[in-house]
């Protein structure tokens, strides 16, 4: 294996899911901004928007989509513009 390819300045970040408050903690080399205190300590923070906490894939709760009504709305607007 090549030496010097992976990056030597791993340390314990926390991930917080923000549609569902869960955090967890793990090793990472992501630049953050942000910190959090978690029982005393101070990690640096990276939010995330959706986590396997709140993924409809492993909650089992899938959300319908109207995709017709996009489809006939776009149609209705744009459809009919090479016809004039």
């Known amino acids: 294996m090549k030496k010097g390819l992976h ?3 791993y340390r314990q970040v926390v991930f917080k899911d923000m549609s569902d408050e869960n955090m967890f903690i793990t090793r990472s080399t992501v630049n953050t901004k942000e910190t959090i ?3 005393g300590v101070t990690y640096p923070l990276v939010k ?3 986590s396997n ?3 409809p894939f492993y909650t089992g709760k899938a959300k319908l989509v109207d995709t017709a009504g996009r ?3 776009f149609m209705s607007r744009y459809g009919n513009r090479n016809k004039k």
Do not use: F, M, W
Request: hydrophobic content about 35%; glycine content about 0%; overall charge negative.
């Open 71 to 73: 489809v006939d709305k």
């Open 7 to 9: 990056p030597a300045n």
């Open 53 to 55: 906490t709140s993924h």
């Open 37 to 39: 205190e978690i029982e």
């Open 48 to 50: 995330l928007e959706i």
